[in-house]
């Protein structure tokens, strides 16, 4: 008979539904470790027959009382997490644990219900129409403003805002990101009507900043070739792709340094 090893009974262990996801997810890197190393530390290798003790006291409690049903709204939860943030996201872990923990006929705590309650609110039907019906359009021009300018913030949020028609984001993340004051200056600039449209003649500013940023195409006749989204939460962050007289490329040049021409 082949001799049972270390990571033998961490491979079981990380898989055992006698110990609780959290529990699971110890054993599982305590054996990436053993895998790695070939050993465990003193301190990691008691936990093996710490863990080992609870699946089988956890084992013998549910022969004696059976396994809790869970309600199925947490399920029901569970699933339109993983749908929307998928498996490693906190939340998909917290309700997981939940559900765990229910069916072990163990009661939450008075913070585990107020933080449920709290993603129960973040992931609701009611907020999913709300959201689909009221801010999808905007979302996703907030999130077009943050990926035009390389903005390092919501990264995660603006990718899938962009990417994925279905997706939902978590309500107060979302209302984060959507009522900052650059993103309502997008709004406001992203509704207004552009200064300029397309083949129009304009010119450029003569001031410090356009002298700085344009000094080549001072005084020079151009055409709007297209009118682009808000690039910066200022008024006049629209950018436009503009065609100077004598230049064969076209420059893109914010709506704030253009003027008609004269």
């Known amino acids: 008979m082949a001799r049972i090893t270390l990571g033998d009974r961490l491979t079981a262990l ?8 959290r529990d699971r997810k110890f054993a599982g890197d305590l054996l990436a470790y053993y895998v790695k190393q070939k050993s465990l530390t003193s301190g990691r290798r008691v936990w093996v027959d710490r863990l080992e003790a609870r699946a ?3 084992a013998a409690r549910l022969v004696t009382v059976g396994t809790i049903e869970v309600p199925a709204e947490f399920v029901t939860l569970r699933e339109r997490i993983l749908a929307t943030e998928g498996i490693a996201s906190w939340s998909f872990n917290f309700v ?4 765990d923990q229910t069916k072990r006929g163990r009661t939450l705590s008075e913070k585990q219900k107020n933080i449920l309650d709290n993603i129960k609110d973040q992931f609701s039907p009611a907020w999913s129409e709300e959201y689909k019906s009221t801010y999808r359009e905007q979302a996703q021009q907030v999130a077009a403003y943050y990926r035009r300018a390389g903005l390092p913030y919501w ?23 959507f009522n900052n004051r650059y993103a309502q200056r997008v709004l406001e600039q992203q509704t207004a009507t552009p200064a300029f449209t397309a083949r129009a003649s304009v010119q450029l500013r003569n001031n410090q900043t356009t002298r700085a940023k344009y000094r080549n195409y001072i005084g020079k006749k151009a055409f709007i070739l297209a009118v682009g989204g808000v690039v910066e939460a200022v008024k006049g962050g629209r950018v436009y792709t503009v065609l100077f007289a004598g230049n064969p490329r076209p420059v893109e040049v914010q709506e704030r340094y253009l003027m008609k021409a004269r």
Do not use: C, H, T, W
Not at 14 to 20: F, T
């Open 155 to 177: 990264q995660e949020m603006v990718g899938s805002i962009l990417d994925n028609e279905e997706y939902v984001p978590r309500r107060d993340p979302f209302f984060k990101m």
């Open 96 to 99: 997981d644990s939940v559900i």
């Open 56 to 58: 089988a006291e956890e």
């Open 14 to 21: 990380a898989a055992d539904n006698n110990l609780s996801a």
